[in-house]
T-cell receptor
Framework: QKEVEQNSGPLSVPEGAIASLNCTYS??????FFWYRQYSGKSPELIMF????GDKEDGRFTAQLNKASQYVSLLIRDSQPSDSATYLC??????????FGAGTQVVVTP | SAVISQKPSRDICQRGTSLTIQCQVD?????MFWYRQQPGQSLTLIAT?????????ESGFVIDKFPISRPNLTFSTLTVSNMSPEDSSIYLC?????????????FGPGTRLTVL
């Protein structure tokens, strides 16, 4: 079992719609959760971090965390073509290391 | 956030040679890490660079192949030794800032290595 799992996609989203990305993790001791965006040929760029159960909003992005169910999600509202990228879920486990999911490719279609 | 720079940005090397990648952060950091991202794959942690002591390597990575130095709080190097085509990858430096209440990791722009 992978420690951090994401659907690889591609997730095709019409422009202006909501993109919903999901991530599950196996380490119940995990305390820190991150979403990174990675454009092709570029390095990961931090979008959001979340530590507590519930929702956290930042502009068009909302991260949701449910530690009991061991999942974290990312919503992208009003999706734009510039949101087309691979989104990486990262979880800092109880050993302190940041583990990455395989990434979900998002394609926003005009 | 921090500005992290890496040199070189890319290189093409011959089998059997070595390449040293430099990472410089513009702020003091608590921890520095080296990752590898192979084509179409996610990030894999190579090691944690410890200031003034030996790096801590992940399973599957050894010091003889990937020697790492960290002489101060803001600078680290990763050497890829005795390279083979399987080492062709993007190598990424990452750090956690000292003056922050979060454990957010930021990434450098990466070094794209091709081994022929």
């Amino acid at each position: 079992q992978k420690e951090v799992e994401q659907n690889s996609g591609p997730l095709s989203v019409p422009e202006g719609a909501i993109a919903s990305l999901n991530c599950t993790y196996s380490d119940r001791g995990s305390q820190s959760f991150f979403w990174y965006r990675q454009y092709s040929g570029k390095s990961p760029e931090l979008i959001m971090f979340i530590y507590s159960n519930g929702d956290k909003e930042d502009g068009r992005f909302t991260a949701q965390l449910n530690k009991a169910s061991q999942y974290v999600s990312l919503l992208i509202r009003d999706s734009q073509p510039s949101d087309s990228a691979t989104y990486l879920c990262a979880v800092r486990g109880s050993w302190g290391k940041l583990q990455f999911g395989a990434g979900t490719q998002v394609v926003v279609t005009p | 956030s921090a500005v992290i720079s890496q040199k070189p940005s890319r290189d093409i090397c011959q089998r059997g040679t070595s390449l040293t990648i430099q990472c410089q952060v513009d702020s003091q950091v608590t921890m520095m890490f080296w990752y590898r991202q192979q084509p179409g794959q996610s990030l894999t942690l190579i090691a944690t660079a410890n200031q003034g002591s030996e790096a801590t390597y992940e399973s599957g990575f050894v010091i003889d192949k990937f020697p790492i130095s960290r002489p101060n709080l803001t600078f680290s190097t990763l050497t890829v030794s005795n390279m083979s085509p399987e080492d062709s990858s993007i190598y990424l430096c990452s750090s956690i800032l000292l003056d922050t209440s979060t454990d957010t990791q930021y990434f450098g722009p990466g070094t794209r290595l091709t081994v022929l």
